[in-house]
């Protein structure tokens, strides 16, 4: 299995639907990220966790939510998709220092329609 | 805002040319990261600098951190098809200690 699982790998949706992208992790690692990664643009930082009860903002988070559910769980909602949240969406973790390298998940390409 | 600038933006070589690829910033960072994504996976670790003026071998590829810690170069010596990717420089640092992506170079080899 690998150390980072994101589900769905594909997803196409409704302008307007709400939609939630789960991540989970084997690593026993505390942090974990959400980026978007859009062409020309790179992998940008929309919420990091650095446990169960830190929540924050990235660069990017309008329009996003995420929950904590466990150390291992780590989900992203949008709450009403709109087209230009059209994207790749990736989930990764570190350890507590950060400062070692992320392990990231296959990603999600999500469509919105 | 630490930013992250790795040029060329694209490279397209033939099997067996070497390659620089750069990484430069005007901030300092703690460490600093290489990535390569291969498509629809998501970026994997190559390496980690930490001391300015480190170079790190893998392979036939070698990584250098500046002296000041503002910038990285990865060379790659007799290119393969399977080097083909998107390498991803990321700096390590700042207040909340989180990674800063640069944009990447997407290098392709051809046969």
């Known amino acids: 299995d690998a150390d980072v699982t994101q589900t769905p790998r594909n997803r196409i949706t409704k302008t307007g639907k709400r939609i939630m992208l789960e991540c989970s992790q084997t690593k026993g690692h505390d942090r974990m990220y959400w980026y978007r990664q859009d062409p020309g643009l790179g992998l940008r930082l929309i919420y990091y966790s650095f446990d169960v009860k830190d929540i924050n903002k990235g660069e990017i988070s309008d329009g996003y939510s995420v929950s904590r559910q466990a150390q291992a769980k780590f989900s992203l909602s949008l709450e009403s998709a709109i087209p230009n949240q059209t994207a790749l969406y990736f989930c990764a973790t570190s350890d507590s220092t950060g400062s070692y390298g992320y392990t990231f998940g296959s990603g999600t390409r999500l469509t919105v329609v | 805002t630490q930013l992250l600038e790795q040029s060329p933006q694209f490279l397209s070589i033939q099997e067996g040319e070497n390659l620089t690829v750069y990484c430069n910033s005007s901030s300092v960072f703690s460490s600093l990261q290489w990535y390569r994504q291969e498509p629809g996976e998501g970026p994997v670790l190559l390496v980690t600098?930490?001391?300015?003026?480190e170079v790190k071998k893998l392979k036939r590829l070698t990584f250098q951190f500046g002296d000041a810690r503002k910038d990285s170069s990865l060379h790659i010596t007799a290119a393969q098809t399977g080097d083909t990717g998107l390498y991803l420089c990321a700096g390590f640092g700042g207040s909340n200690y989180k990674l800063t992506f640069g944009k990447g170079t997407l290098l392709t080899v051809n046969p």
């Open positions: 600098v930490v001391t300015g003026g």
